[in-house]
């Protein structure tokens, strides 16, 4: 799917709250070399109040991520996936994405880290380390 440059994340919906892929327990983005963005959350603007707040993959437990070299999620990792598996998709893994702003909070959940075709630094494998319920890690 070489044409698929983006996800949107807009919901046309008139309350000021909203979960979208509130099932949602899986997901996998296979082959798609242009995709860029991965929208995780979208806050409302409290000034205009246009956009209503999104609290999006609640329940998401397992992503996949192959050969999508250019894909990040915006603004990070959603904090309750357990398992992630990332191939040939460098921009996954770079440190503000996978540990989001506060990197105490966010990835917390993460227990299985595969990672396959990867370059990183010795300062983002460092940050693995703070993440205390991460039992696996294959590279």
């Known amino acids: 799917m070489t044409g698929v440059h983006s996800m949107g994340s807009e919901v046309p919906v008139r309350r000021s709250k909203i979960t979208i892929y509130q099932s949602l327990k899986e997901l996998h983005f296979e082959y798609m070399p242009n995709l860029e963005i991965w929208p995780t959350s979208s806050a409302m603007d409290h000034k205009n109040n246009q956009q209503p707040e999104l609290f999006m993959f609640p329940v998401l437990k397992t ?4 050969e999508c070299p250019k894909l990040r999620p915006m603004p ?3 904090d ?3 398992d ?3 191939s040939s998709s460098s921009e996954m893994l770079s440190v503000g994405r996978i540990f989001g702003p506060s990197s105490l909070v966010s990835a917390s959940l ?3 880290l595969w990672v396959k075709n990867f370059d990183a630094s010795s300062n983002e494998w460092k940050l693995l380390q703070h993440r205390p319920k991460l039992e696996d890690l294959v590279i």
């Open 63 to 66: 992503v996949t991520v192959t």
């Open 76 to 78: 990070c990792l959603p």
């Open 80 to 82: 309750a996936i357990s």
């Open 84 to 86: 992630l598996s990332v």
């Open 110 to 112: 993460l227990r299985r």
